[in-house]
């Protein structure tokens, strides 16, 4: 008996990571638009990471936590976005943004917004990109098996009725 490998049986190792980007892509997506309720709340960027880190999803709460918990030790807020988002680029504009704010001053609530609308459009042309690969995925199955065992239980009875006259 021959083993199969537990990357084949649970879908392949191509599929985990988009799946994985796509969910990323949406934690940095609700956390910009949570900061950005914060901020137009009247919060600062610091307290609003500081809620975001409580109350965001996990996958992001986890690193602005360690943020706060830089900023705490002593470090500036925009040093440790900085530290933070050259240690995890996947919220690299999420937090360069915070720091450009921070360093500038500008208000940050419609960058935020702006970067969780295409951070979502983002996600949203992966998705459609992975659908449109669906019927070429289907192809095979199709070719391989449900045509063949069409004309074995359609088109080779009525031959061998045929030829058996």
């Known amino acids: 008996m021959r083993a199969v490998p537990a990357r084949v049986l649970?879908?392949?190792?191509?599929?985990r990571p988009?799946?994985?980007?796509?969910?990323?892509?949406?934690?940095?997506a609700l956390t910009a638009d949570l900061l950005a309720m914060g901020v137009a709340a009247g919060l600062t960027p610091y307290l609003a990471v500081e809620v975001a880190s409580r109350f965001g999803p996990?996958?992001?709460?986890?690193?602005?936590?360690?943020?706060?918990s830089t900023v705490e030790s002593g470090l500036r807020f925009v040093d440790a976005l900085d530290a933070e988002a050259a240690r995890?680029?996947?919220?690299?504009?999420?937090?360069?943004t915070l720091a450009n704010s921070e360093r500038s001053g500008a208000p940050v609530g419609a960058a935020l917004g702006r970067l969780s609308?295409?951070?979502?459009a983002r996600a949203r042309r992966r998705a459609a990109a992975r659908?449109?690969?669906?019927?070429?995925?289907?192809?095979?199955?199709?070719?391989f098996l449900v045509l063949p065992a069409f004309l074995l239980l359609t088109v080779a009875p009525?031959?061998?009725?045929?030829?058996?006259?």
Do not use: K, Y
């Not at 609308?117 to 979502?120: K, L, Q």
């Open 158 to 165: 009525v031959v061998l009725a045929t030829l058996a006259e």
């Open 88 to 96: 995890s680029p996947e919220l690299a504009p999420l937090l360069s």
């Open 117 to 120: 609308s295409s951070t979502r």
């Open 18 to 28: 988009q799946r994985g980007a796509t969910a990323q892509a949406e934690a940095v």
């Open 131 to 143: 659908a449109r690969t669906v019927p070429v995925r289907l192809l095979f199955p199709l070719v």
């Open 58 to 68: 996990p996958a992001v709460a986890e690193a602005l936590g360690a943020v706060r």
């Open 10 to 15: 649970s879908g392949g190792a191509r599929r």
